[in-house]
């Protein structure tokens, strides 16, 4: 009996030092009068980071829902067992983002290589300005961008027109070959990885063929893609126990896609270098980097995966769910189409500047964007000591090291701002609307400020080239009238489920 209590007395001793060490800090934002849910044991303030059921965006934007209206500006909650802020007022992010950017500089994912990645393993995911912080971000920043100005992005014009001829041949060839309906979600994917491995690298990817084989730079990129989102969750739950992730010491990019990627970038260098192609794309840009920077092969392979991540992804996903929507609504699919058509040339083409102020293009391009909001959350973190007004006459000392995240998702989707939100209406954006909103705080799906996204540019000339080359020779309708998609909410990206049937019927010129 003697040794059963004993027992029981120690297992009572560990379960409650578990209990402390879980909880110890749950009073952190009542002791700094700021508002917020009451955290539960293991889960915190947001439940689907452990559930793993749900993106996190809905459960914060059951907390904004909650408090936007209590007078509010921040929250506090708590990731597990860490405490941190969800801003309610979007005001407040754009201060966080632009206006007092100095003391909000870094991104919580260049967390994820502090403590998460190998260096001496991984050289590549470092080099990511999205994955660095401080003055390295800086450098990195300003590197990486060089060759995504405006001047350089409007240079590969060609380059994405002529993808976009391929893309039109693709989609007749899978007409003849299989009938009129397509699934144009894996086609969009093909078709921004064929445009970003040319303008990269000036290398063919070939994925754009009608026999669906197995393509190496395809299924790189989108391992390399996949498992490192598998990454990010496994951080934010070992969040209870933080010094696992350096026990464990795991890679943030695959092996396999830093080997691989790595070799595509040393062929291309030496082809271009034997060739002495003055091609105006990233390879040459970062060419003349190399020349006066003297900067390694290893930054030459981090800053085109960069490239890569930003703008081959997320913009296929723009492409086909933009499709997919003008395919629902024939209304607003005519009328972009007679747009697109008064604004060709007599070859039947669309100069740069032509194709990049369309405004009804422009606007359905960006209700694409607000209602599926890839980036749904927006995470920055304290970078030097300052003061937030979490409400008026009460101030909140944010120190070092804090994380606060923007519901991007959120403001996006705030009824009072936009009507019927879940509904795809690109006149919400009519007259420069979007430029008001932008200022307001209440759309920003690129971020704001000196981290808004690097590729944005690029992202939307390979948006709206696709778009305009698709409608200018078909027309789309949704297969049978069939169901509705919904939102796949499990997705670290998001966008809707299922596939994108859609038949293609084509114009006669």
């Not at 030496?270 to 920077?293: A, C």
């Not at 936009?418 to 690109?426: C, D, G, K, T, V």
Request: aromatic residues 12%; contains cysteine; hydrophobic residues 40%.
């Amino acid at each position: 009996m003697a040794d059963l209590t004993l027992s029981l007395f120690f297992l009572t001793a560990i379960g409650g030092l578990i209990y402390l060490y879980l909880s110890w800090n749950f009073d952190f934002w009542k002791k700094r009068g700021v508002k917020g849910p009451e955290p539960k044991l293991i889960f915190g303030s947001i439940p689907s980071i452990v559930k793993r059921n749900r993106n996190l965006a809905f459960d914060m934007q059951e907390l904004y829902e909650k408090y936007k209206k209590s007078g509010e500006r921040f929250i506090g909650i708590f990731m597990t067992r860490n405490p941190q802020i969800l801003v309610i007022d979007p005001s407040l992010a754009r201060e966080i983002m632009i206006t007092n950017f100095k003391s909000f500089r870094d991104n919580e994912p260049s967390l994820w290589v502090r403590f998460y990645a190998n260096k001496k393993l991984e050289n590549v995911a470092p080099i990511n300005p999205f994955l660095t912080e401080g003055s390295e971000w800086k450098r990195l920043r300003s590197e990486f961008m060089g060759g995504l100005s405006p001047a350089k992005v409007k240079q590969a014009h060609p380059i994405v027109t002529g993808i976009c001829h391929k893309l039109i041949n693709y989609l007749n060839a899978s007409i003849q070959k299989s009938g009129n309906k397509i699934e144009i979600k894996q086609v969009c994917y093909k078709f921004t990885i064929e445009i970003v491995t040319d303008f990269i690298w000036g290398v063919n990817a070939d994925a754009l063929k009608v026999d669906d084989a197995p393509n190496k730079m395809f299924i790189m990129a989108r391992t390399m893609i996949e498992k490192s989102f598998l990454k990010i969750g496994y951080y934010y739950i070992t969040g209870l126990v933080p010094f696992i992730r350096k026990i464990t010491n795991k890679r943030f990019y695959p092996e396999e896609t830093d080997k691989f990627f790595a070799g595509v970038q040393k062929d291309a260098l030496e082809l271009r270098l034997r060739s002495k192609n003055d091609r105006p794309d990233y390879l040459n840009y970062l060419i003349q980097l190399q020349e006066k920077k003297n900067i390694s092969l290893e930054d030459m392979t981090g800053h085109s995966l960069t490239v890569l991540l930003d703008t081959f992804e997320t913009t296929g996903s723009v492409i086909a769910h933009t499709l997919y929507y003008l395919a629902n609504d024939q209304n607003t699919q005519n009328k972009l189409r007679t747009e697109i058509m008064a604004n060709l040339n007599e070859e039947g083409n669309m100069s740069y500047d032509v194709l990049t102020e369309l405004p009804y293009l422009d606007q359905c391009i960006m209700e694409t964007i607000r209602i599926i909001t890839y980036i749904s959350v927006s995470s920055r973190m304290c970078s030097e000591e300052t003061y937030l007004e979490c409400r008026p006459n009460h101030k909140v000392k944010i120190e070092p090291g804090m994380i606060l995240h923007i519901p991007t998702y959120s403001f996006h989707h705030d009824a009072e701002i936009f009507a019927n939100p879940n509904e795809y209406i690109p006149e919400r954006f009519d007259d420069d609307r979007a430029k008001e909103l932008n200022q307001q705080g209440y759309f920003v799906p690129f971020g704001d400020g000196p981290r808004i996204c690097g590729g944005m540019k690029f992202g939307q000339l390979e948006s709206k080239a696709a778009v305009v080359e698709v409608l200018k020779n078909f027309r789309l309708k949704r297969e049978n009238n069939g169901e509705e998609l919904t939102l796949n909410p499990t997705s670290f990206i998001l966008g809707l489920s299922g596939d994108f049937n859609v038949e293609f019927e084509s114009i006669q010129k």
